[in-house]
């Protein structure tokens, strides 16, 4: 559990439009689940209910997380990133259709550049770092936002860290590796880099956060959000 003091955030215009566009997509992509709250509380609210709805499962969340992913990212820039930043080739009637030559070498840096203006609206401010086996390509998330505002395990394993590293995988070609820190909510992401199993990963305590908002609407479900 967090031991620091919350962190103010001051939202940009563009914060403010990508957060605004994001939830239109999490409502397209859940069904039509919205929340009357402004900002990244209604974001949650949208994602707690969806987490909390009957026979509700990881992988449908982390569906849900990465088709509005995909839907923010146009359908420009996928075939972009994993032609110029992943080496894939494209369909183009050759034998090489669909074959992967990449990551390039400049892929895990630049992403590690270019995302901190692009995800701010989630996560709050983050700066480029090296990665763990001191390779660029790092990003380091000062404080999360929607760790801070949620302080919920489930939805950070299952609307952020999973669907993100399944996305970036899947959908672009590049390796992703998210790790929280529970303690200072500060957070690692390393592009170009396999993520362990999440039974396997370090990073994520057993059970549920002290002041889970969910753990409190749902305590007979509580084994089950956080795994």
């Not at 894939?88 to 840096?109: C, N, R, S």
Request: overall charge negative.
């Amino acid at each position: 559990d967090c031991e620091l003091d919350d962190m103010q955030y001051r939202d940009s215009f563009l914060d403010k439009a990508l957060l605004s566009i994001f939830r239109k997509f999490v409502e397209e992509n859940t069904g039509g689940v919205t929340s009357d709250k402004p900002g990244i509380e209604g974001l949650l609210e949208q994602g707690r209910t969806f987490m909390l709805q009957p026979d509700q499962t990881p992988e449908a969340q982390h569906t849900m997380v990465k088709e509005t992913l995909k839907g923010l990212m146009t359908p420009v820039l996928p075939p972009f990133y994993r032609i110029f930043m992943s080496g894939i080739v494209p369909q183009l009637g050759t034998e090489f259709d669909g074959k992967q030559f990449g990551p390039w070498f400049y892929a895990p840096f630049l992403t590690s550049f270019v995302t901190p203006t692009f995800f701010a609206f989630l996560v709050g401010p983050s700066r480029v770092n090296r990665r763990k086996d001191g390779q660029l390509g790092g990003l380091v998330v000062e404080k999360c936002k929607f760790l801070q505002e949620s302080g919920c395990k489930g939805l950070c394993l299952h609307q952020c860290k999973l669907p993100a590293q399944g996305f970036f995988k899947e959908e672009l070609g590049l390796p992703l590796t998210v790790s929280p820190n529970f303690v200072t909510q500060e957070c690692q992401w390393s592009f170009g880099e396999e993520p362990l199993p999440p039974e396997d990963d370090p990073s994520f305590p057993k059970g549920c956060l002290a002041g889970c908002e969910s753990r409190r609407l749902v305590a007979d479900k509580t084994a089950n959000l956080c795994t």
